[in-house]
């Protein structure tokens, strides 16, 4: 039964007879009336040849099955069907939906066996994803295993090695501390030497000094001791006031002048910038800031001339009463004065400056900020004004006021300036003069209507309670002489 079976399927006699069917179908309005029937005959003879093959093997089927088995089958379904002359009998389903039904069936069939040979294949690739994926995890705990192993020999190892390391930290602290020991020894000695260079130097500068009055004392002393026929003359050039031998205030002067010449630009380079920065911390306002330190260095130099002055006072009224020499009572006080400038006392000029900031009009008057925040800057300055005193001529700042005719030989104007402006706005940084000659140039803004805007400023009750423009300025002229008043009170 199974061979008839196989050679049933093998022939393909279904798919033979669906094929004619269909060939059939599309040629129907075609071909003629006796090709129709021919082709009819033929799919009946077809029929019966599958149906011939298919009782067949219901036959063996049942001598297979034994005497009884397949008796209720054959009842119930193949008498019926021969009884009604190879029809089926049924009240509800036309042989048109028999037909359809039959079709579903089989459709669905192949679509079952389709289904369950692709499930077949899915899972055979699921069993080998899940055999290469065991095989990748065996390989990874393999590999777990090794690191685990190398984890355990870099502990061990690590282990050793932290203990030299530790041996090796402890000798380079040793190590560390003895370098630091000799370092401070070292600091030690190079502070000793810069003493001992310090001193060098001012032994060399005595020894100068005393060279060059051992030099004018010889001199003198060979043109007393050499006769001469003729009576004795007064130089021209010799001064009653003056000596020959020049003291070392004289012989300074030079290196003195350009050395604090440098130093004054250097604080209008340097320290003007950070006292500017720390007081914008405190005020927004640009141009209050820089009044406040072009006042603060104009101050300055006011009580540094005053401390000067009466420190000149005081050396004269100790030094008249025991002063014997060839220089005079002025070249031996000033002398003293460039000998002892640490005997300067600052701190009472920073105060009075401080003090006379505070109720300074053009500023702010009560103040907006605390001045002792800028007492570094005013300290140099006032060192640096005191020191310029000591020169010959003596170093002065140029006179100032708000509204004044721009003068491009003393000031050059800031990067916000009008160009065109004829007039002072305020002033940033004053000019250093020397007599009526420029030393250093100073800074100013100008712009148009500043006149306007100086009166406006010293009218408001905020920023000064005089109401008078007129009293700023004779205030401010006070406080800055002129340099031909400075120098007559000097004398």
């Given at each position: 039964m199974?061979?008839?079976?196989?050679?049933?399927?093998n022939?393909?006699s279904?798919s033979?007879l669906?094929q004619?069917?269909?060939a059939?179908?599309?040629?129907y309005?075609?071909?003629?009336?006796?090709?129709?029937l021919?082709?009819?005959?033929?799919?009946?003879e077809?029929t019966s040849?599958?149906?011939?093959?298919?009782?067949?093997?219901?036959?063996l089927?049942?001598?297979?099955?034994g005497?009884?088995?397949g008796?209720?089958?054959l009842?119930?379904?193949l008498?019926?069907?021969?009884?009604?002359?190879?029809?089926?009998?049924t009240?509800?389903?036309?042989?048109?939906t028999?037909?359809?039904?039959i079709?579903d069936?089989?459709?669905?069939?192949?679509?079952?066996?389709?289904?369950s040979l692709s499930?077949?294949?899915?899972?055979?690739?699921?069993?080998?994803?899940?055999c290469?994926?065991?095989i990748?995890?065996?390989?990874?705990?393999?590999?777990?295993?090794?690191?685990?192993s190398?984890?355990?020999?870099?502990k061990?190892?690590?282990a050793?090695?932290?203990?030299?390391?530790?041996?090796?930290?402890?000798?380079?602290?040793?190590?560390?501390?003895?370098a630091?020991?000799?370092?401070d020894?070292?600091?030690?000695?190079?502070?000793?030497?810069?003493?001992?260079?310090?001193?060098?130097?001012l032994?060399?500068d005595?020894?100068?000094?005393?060279?060059?009055?051992?030099t004018?004392?010889q001199?003198r002393?060979?043109?007393?001791r050499?006769?001469?026929p003729?009576?004795?003359r007064?130089?021209?050039?010799?001064?009653?006031?003056?000596s020959e031998?020049p003291?070392?205030?004289?012989?300074?002067?030079?290196?003195?002048?350009a050395?604090?010449?440098?130093?004054?630009?250097?604080?209008?380079a340097?320290?003007?910038?950070?006292?500017?920065?720390?007081?914008?911390?405190?005020?927004?306002?640009?141009?209050?800031?820089?009044?406040?330190?072009?006042?603060?260095?104009?101050e300055s130099?006011?009580?540094?001339?005053?401390?000067?002055?009466?420190?000149?006072?005081?050396?004269?009224?100790t030094?008249s009463?025991?002063?014997?020499?060839?220089?005079?009572?002025?070249?031996?006080?000033?002398d003293?004065?460039v000998?002892?400038?640490d005997l300067?006392?600052?701190q009472?000029?920073?105060?009075?400056?401080?003090?006379?900031?505070?109720v300074n009009?053009?500023i702010?008057f009560?103040?907006?900020?605390?001045?002792?925040?800028?007492?570094?800057f005013?300290?140099?300055?006032?060192?640096?004004?005191?020191?310029?005193?000591?020169?010959?001529p003596?170093?002065?700042?140029a006179f100032s006021?708000?509204?004044?005719?721009y003068?491009?030989v003393?000031?050059?104007?800031?990067y916000?300036?009008?160009?065109?402006?004829p007039l002072?706005?305020?002033?940033v940084?004053?000019?250093l003069?020397?007599?009526?000659?420029?030393?250093v140039?100073?800074?100013?803004?100008?712009?148009?209507?500043?006149?306007w805007?100086?009166r406006?400023?010293?009218s408001?009750?905020?920023?000064?309670?005089?109401?008078?423009p007129?009293?700023t300025?004779?205030s401010?002229?006070s406080r800055?002489?002129?340099?031909?008043?400075l120098?007559t009170s000097?004398l």
């Amino acid at each position: 039964m199974a061979d008839t079976l196989r050679r049933l399927v093998n022939t393909s006699s279904y798919s033979v007879l669906q094929q004619k069917l269909e060939a059939w179908y599309k040629d129907y309005h075609v071909i003629s009336c006796d090709q129709n029937l021919n082709r009819c005959c033929e799919l009946v003879e077809l029929t019966s040849k599958i149906q011939g093959q298919l009782f067949t093997i219901l036959n063996l089927t049942a001598q297979e099955g034994g005497h009884y088995a397949g008796v209720d089958t054959l009842k119930s379904r193949l008498l019926p069907w021969l009884g009604t002359c190879f029809t089926m009998a049924t009240s509800s389903v036309s042989p048109d939906t028999s037909l359809n039904l039959i079709q579903d069936n089989v459709e669905k069939e192949r679509k079952i066996r389709e289904l369950s040979l692709s499930h077949e294949s899915d899972m055979q690739k699921m069993e080998d994803q899940l055999c290469s994926t065991r095989i990748q995890l065996d390989s990874v705990k393999q590999e777990l295993a090794d690191a685990k192993s190398e984890l355990d020999c870099t502990k061990n190892k690590s282990a050793t090695t932290l203990l030299a390391t530790e041996d090796e930290i402890l000798h380079l602290k040793t190590e560390l501390r003895v370098a630091y020991e000799q370092m401070d020894v070292y600091k030690r000695k190079l502070d000793m030497l810069e003493d001992y260079e310090r001193q060098v130097r001012l032994l060399r500068d005595e020894v100068t000094f005393l060279t060059a009055e051992k030099t004018m004392l010889q001199e003198r002393l060979v043109r007393s001791r050499s006769p001469s026929p003729l009576p004795p003359r007064r130089s021209r050039t010799s001064s009653p006031v003056r000596s020959e031998s020049p003291t070392r205030a004289q012989l300074t002067n030079s290196s003195r002048h350009a050395r604090l010449v440098s130093r004054f630009s250097d604080l209008y380079a340097t320290e003007r910038l950070e006292a500017q920065s720390l007081l914008r911390r405190y005020i927004d306002d640009l141009e209050t800031v820089q009044r406040i330190i072009f006042i603060a260095a104009v101050e300055s130099f006011q009580a540094a001339k005053l401390a000067y002055r009466q420190f000149k006072l005081r050396v004269r009224k100790t030094l008249s009463p025991t002063h014997v020499g060839p220089e005079s009572l002025e070249d031996a006080v000033v002398d003293y004065i460039v000998r002892n400038l640490d005997l300067y006392d600052v701190q009472t000029s920073v105060n009075d400056v401080i003090n006379s900031m505070n109720v300074n009009p053009r500023i702010s008057f009560p103040p907006e900020v605390d001045f002792v925040l800028i007492s570094s800057f005013i300290r140099e300055m006032c060192r640096i004004a005191f020191s310029m005193q000591t020169l010959d001529p003596p170093l002065d700042l140029a006179f100032s006021s708000d509204g004044e005719l721009y003068s491009d030989v003393k000031y050059r104007r800031s990067y916000d300036s009008e160009f065109t402006a004829p007039l002072v706005v305020y002033h940033v940084w004053p000019a250093l003069m020397e007599g009526d000659s420029v030393i250093v140039k100073g800074e100013a803004v100008t712009r148009r209507g500043a006149l306007w805007r100086s009166r406006s400023r010293s009218s408001s009750p905020v920023r000064s309670r005089s109401g008078s423009p007129t009293r700023t300025l004779m205030s401010s002229r006070s406080r800055s002489p002129s340099p031909g008043r400075l120098s007559t009170s000097r004398l």
